[in-house]
Structures are given as structure tokens and as C-alpha cells.
T-cell receptor
Framework: NAGVMQNPRHLVRRRGQEARLRCSPM?????VYWYRQLPEEGLKFMVYLQKENIIDESGMPKERFSAEFPKEGPSILRIQQVVRGDSAAYFCASSPGDGSFWPQHFGDGTRLSIL | AQKITQTQPGMFVQEKEAVTLDCTYD???????LFWYKQPSSGEMIFLIYQGSYDEQNATEGRYSLNFQKARKSANLVISASQLGDSAMYFCAMRELTGNQFYFGTGTSLTVIP
């Protein structure tokens, strides 16, 4: 899958716990995007990050959700105090730049299940 | 208004036949890119093909081609010589030059019948 690595592949949490989803972009890619896919739906944009910067978080819920892409290490999508409605597949994508129409290469996703 | 509309929730095609998956888009930007992704039952998202708004020729990638009709704002995916392994969800997506995100349609589930 062209090298975007997401882990874990599956994550089970109880209501009220925290979920941390990790994404390592393809080698040479400095732009990371997070999407959420609810069952039977398409992907919905959440947030766009470059190293140490959040560029666009217009798709992120205002509460409980946060994302980071530190100088070293993977990008992290963090969901605090999870609720049943957070159950979804979360995809990370990366691209080398945002100035043109690079296709975004996706990881295999993290399937989050809330008990 | 929906940025990407895929009106076919499910499609069936006979093996070795061609199939067209519909996609219409809505944008006021002059510069944009259109993409198709395949999502098999295993869940990963696989990039298939890209068309730029200024490209005069329809994009082709192996058995995939994109029927781009700019005036109609449509970007249909054509799969020729369908194979059983083509059974999957197919998503049309768009990115506007002025924006950061990809907009995805709701997808079309394609089933190839032996």
C-alpha cells in the first residue's frame, strides 16, 4: 500500500477511555491527512497537518479530538473519552506537497470499536 | 450541496464485460483534480486514477479510464474487461486547488459475476 503505515489495525475501547491512532507517512511525504469513514459512507476529512503544524482542522469535532504531527515520530490522532458514535474506520493519508494534485496515498486504516 | 455525487449504490457486471461507474462533482474552482479509489472488503484505500481539470485527454491507467466531461461536471470511471478481483467499493474524490481536503462520494459497490 505504498508505505503509509497505520497502527493499530483494530482498536477496541470502552466508553470513556482514550484512543490513540498512529500514522507514519510514506517516505519523503511531509503532509498528513486524517479521515473518518462511518459504516456505509464515504470518507470525511478531519484534519491536515504538516510537521509540527496543524494546517486545517475544519473537519475535527470541537471536543475530545486532537491531532499532532511532531518533528520526530508518527502523526497521532487522539480521541478522549470515547463514545459509541466514535466507532468508525480512521484513515490516514500522506502526500509530498499540497501545491498541486498529488494523489493522497492511504494507509490501511484503524478500525475503532467502542464497547 | 454535495461536492461529489455517486448515484449508483450498487452495480453488477459480468466478468470480462466493461462497466461505467458514475460520478458528478460540484465546484466553482477552475483548478481541481478528480480521483478514483478502490476499497476492497479488506478495507484499504487503493488509488486508481487521476484527472486534472485542465487535462484535455481522458486519463487511462491499464484497464481503468476516466470519462471526463467538464461541461457536465462528470468524471465517470470505466473499467474494461472486468475481473472477479474488481469486486469492491469505488469512491470518486475531488480536490480543489484552493482547499486542503479531498471530498469523497458515498461510493458504488461493484460486484463482478462469474
Amino acid at each position: 500500500n505504498a508505505g503509509v503505515m497505520q497502527n493499530p489495525r483494530h482498536l477496541v475501547r470502552r466508553r470513556g477511555q482514550e484512543a490513540r491512532l498512529r500514522c507514519s507517512p510514506m517516505k519523503g511525504h511531509s503532509h498528513v491527512y486524517w479521515y473518518r469513514q462511518l459504516p456505509e459512507e464515504g470518507l470525511k476529512f478531519m484534519v491536515y497537518l504538516q510537521k509540527e503544524n496543524i494546517i486545517d482542522e475544519s473537519g475535527m469535532p470541537k471536543e475530545r479530538f486532537s491531532a499532532e504531527f511532531p518533528k520526530e515520530g508518527p502523526s497521532i490522532l487522539r480521541i478522549q473519552q470515547v463514545v459509541r458514535g466514535d466507532s468508525a474506520a480512521y484513515f490516514c493519508a500522506s502526500s509530498p506537497g499540497d501545491g498541486s494534485f498529488w494523489p493522497q496515498h492511504f494507509g490501511d486504516g484503524t478500525r475503532l470499536s467502542i464497547l | 450541496a454535495q461536492k461529489i455525487t455517486q448515484t449508483q449504490p450498487g452495480m453488477f457486471v459480468q466478468e470480462k464485460e466493461a462497466v461505467t461507474l458514475d460520478c458528478t462533482y460540484d465546484t466553482s474552482d477552475q483548478s481541481y483534480g478528480l480521483f478514483w479509489y478502490k476499497q476492497p472488503s479488506s478495507g484499504e484505500m487503493i488509488f486508481l486514477i487521476y484527472q486534472g481539470s485542465y487535462d484535455e485527454q481522458n486519463a487511462t491507467e491499464g484497464r481503468y479510464s476516466l470519462n471526463f466531461q467538464k461541461a457536465r461536471k462528470s468524471a465517470n470511471l470505466v473499467i474494461s474487461a472486468s475481473q472477479l478481483g474488481d469486486s469492491a467499493m469505488y469512491f470518486c474524490a475531488m480536490r480543489e486547488l484552493t482547499g486542503n481536503q479531498f471530498y469523497f462520494g458515498t461510493g458504488t459497490s461493484l460486484t463482478v459475476i462469474p
